[in-house]
């Protein structure tokens, strides 16, 4: 081993430095150098450390420039370069472009064609000051290769703004000659149609200003198209279309969607929710004219029949016995959003759509804010107001268990499926009954209202219109449909009562051990006090001959006082 090896050999791995030679001449060099990278290749996370001992000054000059090539910021040389190779060279793993090409597949066969076609001739690999990695800004970087006056010659004598090079040519390629795009103006290579003689001042203004300019070969809207787009309005027409050439249809200056959404971000945004419109999503041209239209929102045909060209349904449902309004005019908008939003694309929270024209017409947001469809068919129905089949069946999708209970001896509307002779679907109050507390009942049980204008004293329920608090709307096989067998329903508020009568020794009137609280009282109103059925003693003496013999010796022989019993007598129990 010579005395340099040796002394190389022997330095730390992190000094061990790649001086720009190859040493053939020494196995203990070798063996120095990779024990300098750790003696593996280096994961990319750990990279920096392998090469940087080397590189150092390139990799702090290069990351100091302010567009840096992603792999070099993260560290990750061996992307694009083998860990070993000759003195000096770049020891790339492929070939340049076939590796740029790896991570930039749209990027098509940069110029010059052929075997010279290499990306780092415009390009920096590591860094660079200029966007796109750039080696150079655009006008100084396409005037290394072209001469002004051989481009002004090919441009028809018109002097070529380096810095607009791009806007016609595409420096990785085009469908043309020239490495124009597809899309070029039919007049570009006219240059005076539209700007002053070569040599003027200002060769590049416009002989006219626009958009007389471009309507001079392009005919203007029809008048008849009233809606017209602000922009085609106020009349630069370059601000959505490139004179010269683009590599988009129309010479738009950037995709449809983009150019479109520039102006429109609250469609973007739309755009991003989970459901969206297909044509909406691929190509607003779809849908809207570009310019003027009849129709509003710049439709290219009425609402309903654009619409009509990809669903092609509403023809049927106009076919229906009740055709829902918006339907039946053709207008799909005032439901959906055409651009994205919820199920069937409706616009906003189920339900909302319908409310937006429904509470104007004083349908109220009852039925606990429901979606709308779990009921009504939103186009057209053979049904009554839009009911996907008869309101009880409807009813009972939600409400089967009620409607499981037996309908022998249940109330009349309840037994024939009548839900909507009691409730309204759309109120706001408990149980969605119809109008205010107890109407819904009195409305068929006119007797009770007859006999309410005759009362003195009213049950407090009934006068609150709490019907139900004694009664079940739906039917219990009870007796007027009470909820509990009539001692039990009165007692359950009367607890003092009750407590009275369960104690022990007590001695019960009759009609109270029979439960039979409506001998004496009546449930819902009384021209007498305590709602009973008439006042003592003539409700009593219709139980018990006041002037009998027996009463007479139960008076110790005299006559029964004509007065009021309970004076005397607690009608409900004694023994107390």
């Known amino acids: 081993m010579s005395p340099e090896d040796a002394a190389i050999a022997r330095r730390p791995p992190a000094a061990v430095a790649y001086e720009g030679r190859v ?71 492929a070939p340049d472009p076939a590796l740029c090409v790896r991570c930039q597949p749209d990027v098509g066969q940069p110029h010059p064609p052929g075997e010279r076609a290499r990306c780092t001739a415009c390009h920096d690999p590591h860094a660079s000051d200029a966007p796109g990695l750039l080696l150079a800004p655009r006008a100084a970087l396409c005037g290394r290769c072209h001469a002004p006056a051989p481009l002004a010659a090919a441009h028809g004598g018109y002097p070529v703004d380096p810095p607009r090079c791009a806007r016609c040519h595409d420096p990785h ?25 070569p040599g003027s001042p200002a060769p590049f203004a416009r002989s006219e200003a626009e958009p007389g300019l471009c309507l001079a070969c392009h005919a203007a809207a029809p008048p008849a198209r009233t809606i017209v787009h602000a922009p085609y309005r106020a009349g630069p027409c370059t601000r959505c279309h490139d004179p010269h050439a683009s590599r988009e249809t129309a010479l738009l200056v950037a995709t449809e969607r983009d150019l479109c959404l520039g102006c429109h971000p609250g469609i973007g945004a739309r755009l991003r929710l989970a459901l969206t419109h ?77 409310r937006g024209c429904h509470a104007r017409a004083g349908a109220p947001r009852g039925h606990a804010g429901a979606d709308c469809t779990r009921c009504h068919v939103p186009h057209a129905s053979d049904g009554p107001a839009l009911l996907s089949g008869p309101a009880d069946a409807r009813c009972a999708g939600c409400h089967e268990p009620v409607l499981r209970r037996s309908r022998e001896k249940a109330h009349g509307p309840f037994a024939t499926g009548a839900c909507l002779a009691c409730h309204a679907v759309h109120a706001q109050g408990a149980g969605l009954v119809r109008g205010p507390p107890g109407e819904a009942c009195l409305g068929c049980h006119a007797e009770v209202r007859r006999a309410e204008a005759k009362g003195g004293s009213r049950h407090a329920p009934y006068a609150a219109g709490a019907c139900t608090f004694c009664h079940d709307p739906h039917g219990s096989g009870r007796k007027r449909h009470l909820r509990q067998e009539t001692a039990l329903l009165c007692l359950s508020c009367h607890a003092e009562l009750q407590a009275r009568i369960r104690k022990a020794g007590a001695v019960l009137h009759a009609p109270v051990a029979a439960g039979a609280c409506t001998e004496c009282h009546r449930p819902h109103e009384s021209g007498s006090p305590r709602l009973l059925v008439a006042e003592p003693p003539g409700l009593c003496a219709s139980c018990h001959h006041l002037g009998s013999e027996r009463m007479t010796r139960a008076h110790s022989g005299a006559a029964a006082p004509a007065g009021r019993c309970t004076a005397c007598h607690d009608p409900h129990l004694r023994g107390e």
Not at 40 to 51: D, F, L, T
Not at 173 to 197: F, I, K, M, S, Y
């Open 173 to 197: 390629g085009g469908g043309r000659a020239g490495l124009l795009p597809d899309v070029v103006h039919e007049v570009a290579g006219q240059c005076a149609l539209c700007h002053p003689r």
């Open 23 to 93: 040493r053939t001449d020494g196995l203990a060099f070798v063996i120095a150098a990779c024990v300098a990278c750790g003696g593996v290749r280096p994961a990319p996370e750990a990279e920096e450390g392998a090469c940087a001992p080397c590189h150092r000054a390139t990799v702090a000059r290069e990351r100091a420039r302010s567009t840096i090539h992603e792999p070099f910021r993260s560290s990750a040389c061996d992307a694009c370069h083998a860990p070993h190779g000759p003195a000096g060279a770049t020891s790339l793993v």
């Open 278 to 354: 297909p044509p909406a999503r691929e190509a607003c041209g779809a849908c809207h004219e570009p310019h003027a239209s009849t129709e509003r929102g710049l439709l290219d045909d009425a609402e309903g029949a654009l619409c009509a060209r990809c669903h092609p349904e509403p023809a049927g449902w106009r076919r229906s016995r009740i055709v829902h309004a918006p339907v039946r005019e053709g207008r799909c908008s005032p439901c959906h959003d055409a651009h994205g939003g919820g199920p069937g694309l409706v616009a906003g929270e189920p339900g909302e759509a319908c």
